[in-house]
């Protein structure tokens, strides 16, 4: 099994920053893709950002120029760097990680989610 530990998230005023981290532990043989998504009330989860082993990023349209996303693929942490933070970013954010744990065998694991409010 993997396990995901989110950390990071909190009370922001508009106009600040914040940076969340996501570690995967457990049975890992190797890690392609690892991401954040974000649901608020009402809505739909969606993709923040995404990287994939061999560097490629994608960010949502709304947090382009604004966000970070970046690994360290010896620690299996994602980041994620957000500044310029505006009260419509409020939401639970999610990691997800895909991987696999052996040659044959994938994996999709989900964080148990982190609550970002801003607010002043």
């Known amino acids: 099994q993997v396990q995901l530990v989110e950390s990071g998230g909190g009370l922001v005023q508009p106009g600040g920053s914040l940076r969340l981290s996501c570690a995967a532990s457990?049975?890992?043989?190797?890690?392609?893709?690892m991401g954040w998504y974000r649901q608020a009330p009402g809505n739909e989860r969606e993709l923040v950002a995404s990287?994939?082993?061999?560097?490629?990023?994608n960010y949502l349209d709304s947090v382009k120029g604004r966000a970070t996303i970046s690994r360290d693929n010896a620690k299996n942490t994602v980041y994620l760097q957000m500044n310029s933070l505006k009260p419509e970013d409020t939401a639970v954010y999610y990691c997800?990680?895909?991987?696999?744990?052996?040659?044959?065998?994938?994996?999709?694991?989900w964080g148990q989610g982190t609550q970002v409010t801003v607010s002043s």
């Open positions: 457990g049975t890992i043989f190797s890690i392609n893709t």
């Open positions: 997800n990680v895909a991987g696999r744990f052996s040659q044959r065998q994938r994996f999709s694991a």
């Open positions: 990287i994939t082993i061999d560097g490629s990023i």
